[in-house]
């Protein structure tokens, strides 16, 4: 059977990508020399790496006519790895490039042999006293041989286009089993690129062949599948940036929250930090895959809030008794100081002094010092002289 030979330099030559390779042959046949509309017998091309030669190859290229049909078609190539007297010519099969293959020239052969129909019109009839034949004229000949090379032609097309059809289909699915294994993040774009990349690959077959026709009832499900997943991963890309961002203030409230007491002041700083989290989890939707996770959170965050919230609230009042106390303290030694004071109304002073600090909290920035001037009050009340 037929063994075709496989590229030996794509890659590195020329791109081994069909579409790169049909962008790069693009911009250098844009920039080729135009055609001198002369017919061409010969040509003479640099066989270099397109990076090096690839405009000088594509303006002798230019020269060709695409309308034209050869009969026959030489190249002519010196050997880079082997010497050897002669010439090497490859017969076993067709010449593999990443556009697809070189047609190795196959002779045309019985084309005497072909129906009446083919030409569509009855050919002369030669009689002799053996017997009538038909026979094409010249003009038959070479008009069947046009025929005959555009049929082949299009088969041709038809197998390179099932041959792309066949590559595209195996990109998609390596490219959805990848994408399936993938850590969430920079694993999961580069396998949605890679399906990306197959589904355009489906774009690109050839048109108006059967294997167009396969791809496009094909695209239309892998389309749905891949949309699908854009969207999941997009929304997964999306919750997780907004769960990291609540993380981030999260983390600054719990920092801001240790080694108390602090200040009201403070403490609103906190309350805040625990509300811009939460805003930031609230920015989940519901059918966001991380939506669950983004919920528990929530319920944390808005918790801690509502602590922060507690003790700002709890250090206000603590340092409204205290500053209280002090002035009930400033008035009661004015009372004390004078010549004949009222002891009954320093007492209920005391009392009153007493109380305000008596509802300064444990745990706040105020109580240490309400713990000392409580003491002193009780003390000074039990030993207040009677009258």
């Not at 002369?38 to 090096?52: Q, T």
């Not at 907004?242 to 108390?260: D, G, R, V, Y």
Request: hydrophobic share 40%; net charge neutral.
């Amino acid at each position: 059977g037929l063994v075709d030979r496989q590229p030996a330099v794509a890659g590195q030559f020329y791109a081994s990508s069909p579409t790169q390779l049909k962008a790069d042959l693009s911009v250098l046949f844009s920039k080729a020399v135009p055609p001198a509309g002369k017919a061409v017998v010969a040509l003479i091309s640099p066989h270099a790496g397109y990076v090096f030669s690839g405009e000088v190859a594509a303006s002798s290229f230019n020269q060709l006519d695409p309308e034209k049909i050869y009969d026959n078609i030489f190249i002519l190539a010196s050997s880079h790895r082997m010497s050897f007297d002669g010439a090497s010519i490859y017969t076993k099969g067709n010449y593999e490039t990443p556009l697809g293959e070189v047609k190795v020239k196959e002779a045309q052969k019985h084309l005497d042999g072909l129906p009446v129909w083919f030409l569509g019109y009855q050919p002369q009839v030669y009689c002799s006293l053996f017997g009538c034949s038909w026979r094409f004229t010249l003009d038959e000949f070479q008009a069947a041989r046009k025929d005959v090379g555009r049929m082949e032609a299009k088969v041709f097309q038809e197998k390179n286009a099932q041959t792309q059809l066949r590559g595209a289909e195996e990109a998609f699915l390596a490219a959805k089993q990848q994408y399936e294994g993938a850590k969430p993040g920079a694993e999961q774009q580069k396998a949605i690129a890679a399906w990306q990349a197959a589904l355009d690959r489906m774009k690109e077959i050839a048109p108006a062949t059967l294997a167009e026709k396969m791809a496009r009832t094909k695209l239309q499900a892998a389309g749905r599948d891949f949309q699908e997943v854009v969207g999941d991963a997009a929304g997964r890309t999306r919750t997780n940036t907004l769960i990291e961002a609540a993380k981030t203030f999260a983390m600054a409230a719990a920092e801001s929250s240790q080694n108390p007491p602090h200040t009201p002041e403070e403490w609103e700083q906190i309350a805040g930090l625990w509300e811009k989290a939460i805003n930031q989890l609230n920015k989940v939707p519901l059918e966001d895959a991380g939506y669950i996770d983004a919920q528990k959170k929530l319920a944390e965050y808005t918790k801690n809030k509502g602590v922060a919230e507690t003790r700002k609230k709890t250090e206000s009042e603590s340092a409204g008794a205290l500053n209280r106390a002090k002035r009930l303290i400033a008035e009661w030694q004015r009372l004390a100081g004078a010549s004949n004071p009222d002891r009954g109304n320093l007492a209920r002073q005391l009392q009153e002094i007493i109380n305000e600090l008596e509802t300064v909290r444990a745990g706040t920035t105020a109580y240490s010092e309400a713990k000392d001037m409580l003491k002193f009050a009780r003390d000074t009340l039990k030993n207040l002289p009677s009258t």
